[in-house]
Antibody, heavy 119, light 110 residues
Framework: QVHLVESGGGVVQAGRSLRLSCAAS????????MHWVRQAPGKGLEWVAV????????FYGNSVQGRSTISRDNSKNTLYLQMNSLRYEDTAIYYC????????????WGQGTLVTVSA | QSVLTQPPSASGTPGQSVIISCSGS????????VNWYQQLPGTAPKLLIY???QRPSGVPDRFSGSKSGTSASLAIGGLQSEDEADYYC???????????FGIGTKVSVL
């Protein structure tokens, strides 16, 4: 079955960088778009970024544009999110999710990894 | 503030029906499909409805989606206590070139 496991979260000082990973299994990773979605404590869902199946196209949400890079290694079935110049408002649970057949329906989600940005 | 407008809350008694609206614009709901996600307390979101009105395998047929113009809606029929959750609509926005979520609607079963 489809399994997505995020890692790399933790406490980090404002202004520093962090790289999140999402290990995928149970499906042919290289044929699906992959997304990052985040959720600040007590808040709603915020879409972060998407990368198409072959990495040819990427799109970013407004809050992370210019500070983050989404990438993937299809040989390792792993998705990444490199976040730079972290801000307090980046504190959130970060979920990776698979884009389904149409790439925009997020049909499987990981359990999330918590990023806490401290002053 | 989101480009997709949802009511912050909705409620009903067991067995009742609840309808959640999602209002957008021509650049998102009006020209792309709408997906709905359910997030139970303390858990990751789950895809509930895709392509406006399609249910993934395992989703009860009590849940249904529809879209007309720049608005979409999610209907929950025969409300059950386990339906207490946050519900989010989402769609691609052609102008922003981003995937956008609504603010979410908290459904309570009275």
């Amino acid at each position: 079955q489809v399994h997505l496991v995020e890692s790399g979260g933790g406490v980090v000082q404002a202004g520093r960088s962090l790289r999140l990973s999402c290990a995928a299994s149970g499906f042919t990773f290289s044929t699906y778009a992959m997304h990052w979605v985040r959720q600040a404590p007590g808040k709603g869902l915020e879409w972060v970024a998407v990368i198409l199946y072959d990495g040819s196209n990427v799109f970013y949400g407004n809050s992370v544009q210019g500070r983050s890079t989404i990438s993937r290694d299809n040989s390792k079935n792993t998705l990444y999110l490199q976040m730079n110049s972290l801000r307090y408002e980046d504190t959130a649970i970060y979920y990776c999710a698979r884009g389904g057949g149409g790439w925009l329906e997020l049909d499987y989600w990981g359990q999330g990894t918590l990023v806490t940005v401290s002053a | 503030q989101s480009v997709l407008t949802q009511p912050p809350s909705a409620s009903g008694t067991p067995g009742q029906s609840v309808i959640i609206s999602c209002s957008g614009s021509n650049s998102n709901v009006g020209s792309n499909t709408v997906n709905w996600y359910q997030q139970l307390p303390g858990t990751a979101p789950k895809l509930l409805i895709y392509y406006n009105n399609q249910r993934p395998s395992g989703v009860p047929d009590r849940f249904s989606g529809s879209k007309s113009g720049t608005s979409a809606s999610l209907a929950i029929g025969g409300l059950q206590s386990e339906d207490e959750a946050d519900y989010y609509c989402a769609s691609w926005d052609d102008s922003l070139k981003r995937y956008v979520f609504g603010i979410g609607t908290k459904v309570s079963v009275l």
